[in-house]
C-alpha cells in the first residue's frame, strides 16, 4: 500500500513449510532494504504502528497497491497495531471496517474486543523521541530503543518520517 513520499508498507504472508507468518514490511526505493516493523507468528515481533499511523496509511487515498478500500487496508494492518491511546471513535471506525468486509455479526463488539486486548503486544505507549520521531515501551517491538534488537536512531527516525500521519 503506498504511502506519501514514494514509500510503501507492504503486508507478505509466508506459507512455507516450517516458516508460516505475515510480515508487516515499510520500503523506499532508496532504501537498501525494507524494515520490518512487525511480524504476526510464533515469534510475534511488533507493535509496528500506532493508531494514527495505521489509520493515515488506511485512509490516504494513494491509488497502487492491492487495495484502496480504506477498510480493507485498516484491516490488513490492524495486526500490527500496539496503542494504548486510541482516539474516541476509534472502536466506531474499526467496527465499520468490520461490518463493510467482513459478515461478523457484532462488528461492534468485536472492534470493542480487538482494541481492548490488540494481540500478542498488547496497547503500547507510544512516546515522541528528542529527535522528534515516535518510539514505543513494546516488548517485542523495533521501535522500542531500550530493546537491544531495537533500530538505530537514524532507522527510527526514518520509519517514523515515512509513517508521519
Known amino acids: 500500500m503506498p504511502l506519501h ?5 507492504y503486508v507478505v504472508y509466508r506459507a512455507f513449510d516450517d516458516d508460516e507468518g505475515i510480515d508487516y514490511l515499510l520500503h523506499h526505493p532508496d532504501w537498501e ?17 500506532s493508531w494514527a499511523e495505521l489509520t493515515a496509511a488506511a485512509d490516504n487515498d494513494l491509488p497502487g497497491g492491492s487495495t484502496t478500500d480504506p ?3 485498516l484491516l490488513l494492518l490492524l495486526p500490527a497495531l500496539g496503542d494504548d ?12 471496517a468490520l461490518h463493510a468486509r467482513t459478515r461478523v455479526e457484532a462488528p461492534e463488539r468485536l472492534a470493542a ?23 514505543n515501551d513494546g516488548r ?16 527510527l527516525a526514518r ?5 508521519a500521519p
Open 71 to 73: 477498510n480493507a487496508r
Open 33 to 49: 532494504a525494507a524494515e520490518r516493523l512487525a511480524q504476526d507468528e510464533g515469534h510475534f515481533m511488533g507493535p509496528g504502528l
Open 113 to 135: 474486543a480487538l482494541l481492548g486486548d490488540q494481540g500478542p503486544c498488547g496497547p503500547t505507549r507510544w512516546a515522541t523521541a528528542e529527535g522528534g520521531y515516535p518510539i
Open 5 to 9: 513520499g514514494n514509500h510503501h508498507l
Open 85 to 96: 491511546n486510541v482516539p474516541d471513535g476509534a472502536v466506531e471506525r474499526l467496527a465499520a
Open 140 to 155: 517485542y517491538s523495533f521501535r522500542n530503543p531500550t530493546n537491544s534488537f531495537a533500530w538505530s536512531t537514524s532507522r
Open 159 to 163: 520509519v517514523g518520517r515515512a509513517l
